[in-house]
């Protein structure tokens, strides 16, 4: 096990160690820089081609460590859709709608080989279903690990966290030939934190991009669709993965409805389009006044609800009691938001 294990983890690092700082230096050089403006929280001009280095140090052990074939190759082919269109909107932006069929388009390749939820029966209108789930599900995790990548550090370690209690979740279903993919996810984003995740003072010299935090969000979504929940009953099953991703569910939830009921959007074009500085994040960084003690703080948080979906998969029939507690804690979440805005608007108002 630790023969398999140690190239899994070692060889994307190594990579991401050495691919990130040329990803920098083309996104100097082709001018593909994230230029600080009032909705950003950075204040110097950052190249924003980390992702691509996230690709490759993905891709590489991934077509040399794992067998490519089924649904690990229709990951990797959806997945390296998602790093195409998103180099294409790095350079040029592309509209928001044009990279939301982008990311359907990437859904239904993974579908097409096999990769869904099974909610409901095996007949026509049951694998509609079914199919609608999963393609609705790729996008929003997609775009949620997108959305939450505002902040130093903040989808690389989360994402790390996530693929982390994957692998747990691959260990207890017996599929060990899944566990490499999400020590792929660590090892890649581990190598590219201590570019992106440097303290208050330093500062981020590479941001992953829209490239890196929809890859990411892609290929995390895609294995909580193929890890095995269905022996749970079904309010567990369900649970359990948006557990995992609770954090930034929760964030993409909270700022779409803020955003439609302060009339901030008005449709459908202009909510995929918005952008600004209401997220978790820059709520906690109001509070806590520092980016790092904000970042730490959203990790332990997702920690916390992570553990609470490994409890329901290993003892489903206290469902109700850990999903109580996860409720407690995005409760918590909630009162210190909502706490930053009224300090935010009184301030204002002074």
């Known amino acids: 096990m630790l023969k398999e294990v140690l190239p899994s983890i070692l060889v994307p690092i190594v990579l991401s160690l050495s691919l990130t700082p040329l990803a920098r230096w083309l996104g100097k050089r082709l001018g593909v820089i994230d230029v600080p403006a009032e909705r950003r929280v950075h204040s110097i001009p950052t190249p924003k081609t980390g992702g691509w280095a996230i690709f490759i140090s993905f891709i590489i052990p991934a077509l040399l460590l794992t067998k490519l074939h089924g649904e690990t190759l229709g990951l990797l082919l959806a997945a390296s859709f998602i790093f195409v269109i998103e180099i294409w909107d790095d350079v040029k932006e592309l509209p928001a709608i044009i990279k939301l069929i982008s990311q359907i388009a990437a859904a239904c390749i993974l579908i097409s080989f096999g990769v869904s939820v099974i909610i409901f029966p095996d007949t026509l209108w049951g694998n509609t279903l079914n199919y609608t789930l999963t393609l609705l599900w790729l996008v929003g995790i997609t775009n949620a690990v997108n959305f ?111 955003r439609i009921i302060m009339r901030e959007v008005s449709n459908v074009r202009e909510l995929l389009e918005y952008t600004g500085k209401d997220h978790l994040h820059h709520r906690l960084l109001y509070l806590l006044g520092s980016k790092t003690k904000t970042v730490l703080t959203i990790y332990l948080l997702a920690i916390a609800l992570g553990m609470n979906a490994l409890l329901i998969k290993m003892a489903p029939d206290y469902f109700w009691i850990l999903l109580l507690q996860a409720l407690v804690i995005l409760s918590f979440a909630t009162i210190l938001e909502i706490a930053a805005n009224r300090r935010m608007k009184r301030e204002k108002g002074g």
């Not at 995740?197 to 829209?210: I, N, P, S």
């Not at 929940?229 to 993965?241: D, I, R, V």
């Open 148 to 258: 939450i990548d505002g902040m130093d550090g903040l989808a690389a370690g989360l994402s790390i966290i996530f693929a982390f209690l994957f692998s747990i979740v691959f260990l207890q279903m017996g599929w060990s030939s899944m566990v490499p993919l999400c020590l792929f996810i660590i090892g890649t984003c581990l190598g590219f934190l201590p570019y992106n995740f440097r303290g208050e003072k330093t500062g981020a010299t590479v941001f992953m991009g829209d490239t890196g935090s929809n890859f990411l969000g892609f290929v995390l979504a895609s294995l909580a669709v193929m890890a095995e929940w269905s022996e749970l009953k079904l309010l567990p099953s369900l649970t359990a993965p948006l557990l995992i991703f609770a954090v930034v569910i929760y964030d993409m939830a909270y700022i779409n409805v803020r």
